[in-house]
């Protein structure tokens, strides 16, 4: 097999990496339309960084390369791209801007549901429809049950890249006459589509990192959504029942935590790439060599780099198994999704924080790309995919226990 040790194909020249296998042919067709694009993408970063909010032309590149569609099926005018080039997508869009990559990454969770949805509204919304589908999958509204649909009333956070959406979803509890509908395994949920003009949005995305995504709030007061542009949040705990049109047989919870983690990867593998320049520019202040002569940066610079690659593997492995037995896998593939995002996220934050510490004073200035990766990957980690109670759920679930969401 050949292998190779160059730097990512979308990368500046760097100091040496260790041994990796070459991208597949597919995979280098994508990070060809990543490389097409990434002039846009850094044009405009530090506007988008500034504003809250990433400007038009970068959306239109993106869409233009088909990457909010990535994860949509062929029926519905999507890609319908494997799972482990998806993941490495991400991944080269975080090296550029972790906010573009956490909103091509949205926007590929929310396109799972294509395959939940009726075939026309799937179509509809993804086919039809060439802007963005993003939304909140929080529960935060009321869906009240009426004749032939539901009334939707409530308030949403983390609409990234909302601003650019044609249709928003909304995570909903379901009431009748006012009072939630109660199922034996809990509460009834819904996940609600409705035109982004039926919203109103808040100017609340005042944040430390991912300052480009433009995850505001959102309001929607008294809307009549139809029942086939709604999904019952149940059933996305399940692969989606089989059909012509399927993309995906995985379930969504399953397949969703692949966005935030890649990303996280990208933002460490992103440190990784600077820390490196740093080493060989850097003279600390009072010393005689570089930075990349000194035998405690060397030996921190190695873990850093084990971090990373660790962390793509992990992921590599768990798209893999996804692949093979989403059908199948039960708990405990989801057991093994919900781990290997929580261990990337975390291996993810011990890389950036060492390489930002190792650069001193370098990196406070907000010019450093590791003051950016700092601030992003922090950011990114409070995503619930990400959150160490998939440890305690898991451990649970490892002892004989029913696998939660959370307790």
């Known amino acids: 097999m050949t292998v190779e040790t160059q730097p990512h194909p979308i990368a500046d020249p760097l100091p040496r990496g260790i041994l990796q296998p ?50 949509v099926g062929r029926e519905f005018g999507g890609e319908q791209l494997d799972l482990a080039t998806g993941s490495l997508v991400l991944r080269a869009l975080a090296r550029i801007d972790a906010s573009i990559a956490w909103q091509v990454g949205v926007q590929g969770a929310i396109g799972r549901l294509s395959d939940y949805l009726p075939e026309p ?41 909302g601003t650019h959406a044609e249709w928003l979803v909304c995570a909903a509890f379901v009431t009748e006459g006012g009072a939630p509908v109660k199922r034996e395994a ?4 819904r996940m609600v589509f409705v035109p982004s003009a039926d919203a109103e949005f808040s100017d609340t995305w005042h944040t430390t990192g991912l300052r480009g995504t433009g995850s505001n709030n959102y309001r929607v007061t008294d809307v009549f959504v139809p029942d086939d542009f709604t999904v019952d949040q149940a059933e996305l705990l399940r ?44 003279t600390p202040a009072g010393g005689t060599s570089t930075l990349a002569a000194s035998h405690t940066a060397q030996e921190k610079l190695g873990r850093v780099e084990m971090l990373v690659h660790s962390s793509r593997l992990l992921l590599d492995d768990a798209a893999q198994q996804v692949t093979a ?20 996220g975390e291996q993810a934050v011990a890389a950036v924080d060492i390489a930002h510490a190792m650069a001193g004073t370098s990196s406070l200035y907000t010019s450093s790309r590791l003051e950016r990766a700092f601030r992003d990957v922090h950011a990114a980690v409070k995503h619930m995919t990400l959150s160490p109670t998939n440890f305690e759920m898991v451990g649970q679930y490892l002892l004989g226990g029913t696998l939660k969401m959370r307790r």
């Open 121 to 161: 509204a799937a179509r509809k919304l993804f086919g039809e429809n060439t802007e963005l589908v993003v939304g909140g999958i929080n529960p935060s509204g009321r869906a009240e049950r009426v004749s032939g649909g539901f009334r939707l009333s409530g308030e949403w956070g983390f609409a990234s890249a």
């Open 22 to 71: 070459p991208p597949s042919a597919q995979a280098r067709e994508w990070l060809s339309r990543i490389a097409k694009i990434a002039p846009v993408i850094e044009e405009y970063r530090a506007a988008a960084e500034r504003d809250r909010v990433t400007p038009r032309a970068v959306i239109d590149a993106i869409r233009d390369q088909g990457l909010h569609r990535m994860w």
């Open 239 to 282: 692969p989606p029942s089989p059909r012509a049109t399927r993309a995906y047989p995985v379930g969504y919870y399953d397949f969703g935590p692949f966005t935030t983690a890649s990303t996280a990867v990208g933002i460490a593998q992103d440190a990784l790439d600077s820390i490196k320049k740093v080493a060989v520019e850097k």
């Open 325 to 344: 037995f989403g059908e199948t896998g039960g708990d405990a593939l989801s057991a093994l999704v919900r781990l290997t995002s929580s261990t990337v």
């Open 186 to 189: 809990g509460p009834e949920m």
